[in-house]
């Protein structure tokens, strides 16, 4: 079964940085992963994607703080988060797609908080 795990979450103050991990285990090949925040009462919306390819895709509200990259031989998608802001604190999940289904991570807290 494919299984997503995740780590690097944490309390960090404003202006500081993070590097989130997901590495995923039962699944060949490469396929598009990415990652996904939710903040408490509100829906689970995309921060970052990235194809087996190396081709990105962010979060309006995110460009040019995070970067988003893989290395396929590890099956583990990076996120660097820098100049983080309060508004960034959320629950971030890995996600795997690979249709018709779609896996995620059981999720890593992020607090910016001073």
């Known amino acids: 079964q494919v299984q997503l795990v995740e780590s690097g979450g944490g309390l960090v103050q404003p202006g500081g940085s993070l590097r989130l991990s997901c590495t995923a285990s039962?699944?060949?090949?490469?396929?598009?992963m990415g990652w996904y925040r939710q903040a408490p009462g509100k829906q689970r919306d995309l921060v970052a994607t990235?194809?087996?390819?190396?081709?990105?895709n962010y979060a309006d509200s995110v460009k040019g703080r995070f970067t988003i990259s893989r290395v396929n031989t590890k099956n583990t998608v990076y996120l660097q988060m820098n100049s983080l802001k309060p508004e960034d604190t959320a629950v971030y999940y890995c996600?795997?797609?690979?249709?018709?289904?779609?896996?995620w991570g059981q999720g890593t807290q992020v607090t910016v908080s001073s």
């Open positions: 990235i194809t087996s390819g190396g081709i990105t």
């Open positions: 996600n795997l797609d690979r249709p018709p289904y779609a896996y």
């Open positions: 039962g699944i060949f090949g490469f396929y598009t």
